[in-house]
């Protein structure tokens, strides 16, 4: 069966700091891959997805970048960070064997605090 | 443009009552439909999808959701709450014709099952 890491679970890192979270999938060969951001216990921003290794897609302008090094590897970066990355960061993976079939399954998610 | 909305943010049901979670979508073809739940601090956790044929879907913890393509919605039930179903429950959507495999997600609804 499948399954999907993500590491940390919760961070806190200063303003200006760098930023690595990690996600890997088993279980799966080539599956799409996504990074979101939820503010607030709420809504879901689609941040990074990608179809294949190195190949990302990248949603918002903003402060991130995506890297997928790996078949089942997936990293969210940034050089320096902004108060205002501040949320929980969830990592998800798909994949299409046939119509319909490409749902989406999250991992356990990143607190990040950026003070 | 695809788009989903949850038009309420939160629903109060006492335990044993039937639930009922709204959701409406719009895009421009035929849409793929999923719900998600997700319990604090955790990823989300698939529930169900409708991609064609019945329109009445059953998924898991015993919740269901019907397509209903004239009104464009596809609320979640589930006949008797239990204090357990209390969480944050998201609808998404994707255009079935469309190239990219990106969700759009609702606000979220949150539901207060009280005992």
């Known amino acids: 069966s499948q399954t999907i890491h993500q590491w940390p679970a919760t961070l806190v890192q200063p303003v200006g700091s760098p930023l690595s979270l990690e996600c890997t999938v088993e279980g799966t060969s080539n599956p799409n891959l996504y990074w979101y951001r939820q503010a607030a216990g709420r809504g879901l921003q689609l941040l990074f997805y990608?179809?294949?290794?190195?190949?990302i897609s990248s949603e918002v302008p903003q402060n991130l970048s995506a890297s997928r090094p790996q078949d089942r590897q997936f990293i969210l970066s940034s050089k320096k960070l902004l108060l205002s990355d501040s949320g929980f960061y969830l990592c998800?993976?798909?994949?299409?064997?046939?119509?319909?079939?490409?749902?989406?399954?999250f991992g356990p998610g990143t607190r990040l605090t950026v003070l | 443009a695809q788009s989903v909305a949850q038009p309420e943010d939160q629903v109060n049901v006492a335990e044993g009552n039937p639930l009922t979670v709204k959701c409406t979508y719009s895009?421009?073809?035929?849409?793929?439909l999923f719900w998600y739940v997700q319990y604090p601090n955790r990823g989300l956790q698939f529930l169900l999808k409708y991609i064609t044929g019945d329109n009445l879907v059953k998924g898991s913890y015993g919740f269901e959701a019907e397509f209903n393509k004239s009104q464009t919605s596809f609320h979640l039930k589930k006949p008797s709450a239990l204090v357990s179903d209390s969480a944050l429950y998201f609808c998404?959507?994707?255009?079935?014709?469309?190239?990219?495999?990106?969700?759009?997600f609702g606000s979220g609804t949150r539901l207060l099952v009280r005992p």
């Open positions: 990608s179809v294949g290794i190195g190949q």
């Open positions: 895009v421009s073809g035929n849409p793929y």
């Open positions: 998404a959507v994707r255009d079935a014709g469309a190239s990219s495999y990106k969700l759009i």
């Open positions: 998800a993976w798909s994949v299409l064997a046939g119509v319909g079939t490409d749902t989406q399954y």
